[in-house]
């Protein structure tokens, strides 16, 4: 028993760093630019398929890979920023419209360009560590590890740098922001660049345990959604508790009852804070 | 936030509602001509579409965009599937409780819902609509399950079985015009000036007295009760349903059509209805390319037409004359 719970315990951390790097890039999305991006999920699978090709048809290292896929993710988020959100800047609901047509580009671009079927992905790594009866596996404890190594990252980005100092201006008021010199030409492409380029790594990490597929970008981008309407839209500190909260909820319950359980646990949850509390557990109470 | 397009919902004028009328009559009777099977089933499935996207343009109208209007079209669906299938009940009363059942779910989960506003309302529609899939899923007994109904009865009409594809068009065009009459007769009414209020300024509304929490949620009664009353028709029509028929797709494609067509012009829906429909098929050597030609047409039409195709005339005829 105390075996199910610690390995619940660190499947649910990993699921919580997974959907901490989508639902981070998703609300810094919405707090810089206000844009709902429903495609975010297609730069996931993006992220993987980057990472998949670099693996298996370049043969470049891992480490390499997920390099060039973040530096790739930056480029095509401030691509998309200047094609498809930049002419919807003040238009929160028209903006997130097109993003659902960006969405159905993306994934049926590369439905044409991969194909439909599941594509595996060669183990990084392979062994397992064992604490006694805990066993983890190699390849799970190398994407946790990296992955929080990229949040910390991100976090010292955030807090310590004058791009970093930029969008936390921009998430807190637009205007006075402006007045101090924050450059919205520069801040949208690379603050879009910046989610994008969560969301591809994140692809990029989770490709070695789940393989990759056309469709894989569908359920991180629900759990994107879910973690911010926990945390409140836009709330960094609020999507952190929420990811993490989510991971553990869906790893436990699903060990214990089932995973069609921790579906419905989720949505009910969701359903219940937003009637509660419509900005989330951390919202800033605007909705 | 609100001000979705800053136009007002307004008529084009008689004259282009004539040429409208007259374009739409044109189209409907296309397949006569060909004859073609397939036609007919397009010229149906264009009488469905137009149908589910007015009723989420009347959900549009009060300002509010829906992401689970695919799972009211399930809804409505499964509602008149298992009450004639399970109950006996004759189609031509499944269909009008299929809408009521429907409106009455609408108005239960609308209630609370339609506080939320802007993104944070679509974001929760969006999961209502991943919910509705999973529910179904769950209570296979019910629903199912995942291998769906199948073998679902033909349209029948007091007795009167819609067999082949002729009749079916017939049928769905005059429930198109039933569907299409009733939003009219509303927009021209009180209820109307209401919905167009609360689009146009929810604070002055509220301010003015009208009761927009109310107002908002007779909206989403009215159009998920139309999307219910679609999907027992196509139900019907297609023979099978599945949890997966309803899935965030199908509540995107109406999303895709109703912009498309214009939000707020009545005749938006069915503008993009014509437009997107049979669109795949005219573009049939590159079907792959079906669902990323729609991307490009909903942000380009965004983009550069953001009161829709049926915003075009207008626009043709001079953007700055304003029109009462």
Redesign the interface.
């Known amino acids: 028993m105390s075996f199910l719970i610690a390995q619940s315990l660190i499947n649910g951390i990993i699921l919580g760093t997974l959907y901490l790097m989508m639902a981070i890039g998703f609300t810094l999305v ?1 707090g810089v630019m206000r844009v ?1 991006n429903f495609a975010h999920g297609e730069f996931y699978m993006i992220g993987a398929f980057m990472a998949l090709i670099g693996v298996t048809w370049l043969g470049l290292p891992y480490a390499v890979t997920l390099a060039l896929t973040v530096g790739l993710a930056v480029l095509l988020g401030a691509l998309t920023e200047r094609l ?1 959100f930049r ?2 800047r003040s ?4 903006g ?3 993003s ?6 993306l ?3 590369a ?2 360009f991969f194909g439909p079927d599941p594509q595996a992905f060669p183990s990084m790594v392979s062994g397992v560590f064992r604490w006694g009866a805990l066993i983890v596996p190699k390849s799970r404890a190398l994407t946790l590890g990296v992955g929080v190594v990229i949040l910390i990252g991100f976090y010292f980005l955030l807090m310590h740098t004058r791009f970093g100092r930029g969008l936390r201006a921009l998430v807190q008021d637009q205007q006075v922001a402006t007045l101090y010199g924050v450059r919205l030409e520069l801040m949208y492409p690379l603050g879009l660049g910046l989610g994008v380029a969560l969301a591809a790594v994140a692809g990029g990490l989770m490709a070695p345990l789940f393989g990759v597929s056309p469709f894989i970008g ?1 359920t991180p981008l ?1 759990k994107a ?2 973690v ?2 926990l945390g409140g ?1 836009g709330s960094i500190p609020g999507a952190a508790l929420a990811a993490i909260l989510l991971g553990l909820i869906e790893s436990f319950v699903s060990s214990f009852i089932s995973a ?1 359980a921790a ?2 646990v989720t ?1 009910a949850l ?2 219940g804070v ?2 509660l509390r ?2 989330g557990i951390l919202g800033r109470g605007e ?1 | 936030m609100m001000d979705i397009a800053t136009s007002k919902p307004q008529s084009t004028g008689h004259a282009n509602g004539i040429a409208f009328a007259v374009a739409v009559i044109a189209l409907a009777s296309i397949p006569w001509f060909t004859g073609s099977v397939f036609h007919f089933h397009i010229a149906i499935m264009i009488c469905l579409g137009a149908m589910a996207a007015a009723g989420l343009g009347t959900i549009a109208w009060v300002g509010q965009l829906s992401l689970a209007h695919g799972a009211f079209v399930g809804i409505g669906a499964y509602t008149c599937v298992l009450m004639v299938m399970r109950l006996g009940v004759p189609f031509v009363v499944g269909l009008p409780l299929a809408a009521l059942v429907t409106g009455a779910i609408a108005y239960v989960i609308g209630t609370p819902l339609l506080r939320l506003r802007g993104v944070y309302f679509v974001l929760i529609t969006f999961a209502l609509n991943e919910l509705f899939r999973l529910v179904m899923l769950e209570f296979p007994s019910v629903s199912g399950g995942s291998s769906g109904i199948a073998a679902i009865p033909k349209i029948s009409l007091f007795g009167l079985v819609l067999r082949d594809q002729q009749s079916v068009y017939v049928f769905a065009l005059a429930m198109l015009a039933l569907v299409m009459a009733l939003l009219w007769s509303i927009r021209r009414g009180p209820l109307g000036r209401r919905f167009a209020a609360v689009e146009e300024n929810l604070e002055l509304a509220e301010a003015s007295g009208i009761p927009t929490a109310r107002t908002q949620n007779t909206a989403f009664v009215i159009g998920s009760a139309i999307a219910g009353f679609t999907g027992a028709i196509m139900a019907h029509y297609i023979g099978f349903i599945s949890p997966e028929s309803f899935g965030f797709q199908l509540s995107v494609s109406y999303v895709i059509i109703l912009v498309t067509g214009g939000r707020l012009a009545l005749a938006g829906p069915l503008v993009g209805a014509i437009f997107l429909t049979p669109l795949p098929e005219f573009l049939r050597s590159a079907q792959e390319y079906q669902h990323i030609i729609y991307g490009v047409v909903l942000i380009v039409v965004l983009r550069f037409l953001p009161e829709g195709l049926a915003g075009l005339p207008k626009r043709l005829a001079g953007k700055g004359r304003e029109q009462s």
């Open positions: 919405f709902v498809v002419p919807f238009d929160e609901l028209s997130m419209i097109a659902l047509g960006l969405a159905m580009i994934q049926n671009g439905l044409l569908a629900l959604f879910i911010v309407i839209l069609s579906d419905i949505f969701v359903v937003l009637l419509p900005s909705a």
